[in-house]
């Protein structure tokens, strides 16, 4: 089952699991739609292909919640 990370790793862009929008490589990394399209659907961790993220119902994420561990770090 996926994660579904609550925000974009390269902007902190809120990636709410029950809408569309959210771009995932093999290894769960996580971007909005704007960050992929700027990186050209390449994951910059990893160096995978970012597809489209499948959303996850309000009525299933009380039985499955996504999670709440934000990794957008900030500038460094």
């Known amino acids: ?26 290894f769960e990394c996580t971007f909005c739609a704007t960050c992929a399209d700027e990186m050209d659907d390449n994951c910059p961790n990893c160096g995978g292909e970012l597809v489209d993220r499948p959303t996850r119902s309000k009525k299933l994420q009380e039985k499955f919640p996504a999670s709440a561990e934000r990794k957008f770090v900030g500038e460094a």
């Open 1 to 26: 089952m996926l994660e579904m990370r609550p925000d974009c790793e390269r902007c902190g862009a809120d990636t709410p699991a029950h809408v569309s929008g959210a771009f995932v490589c093999s």
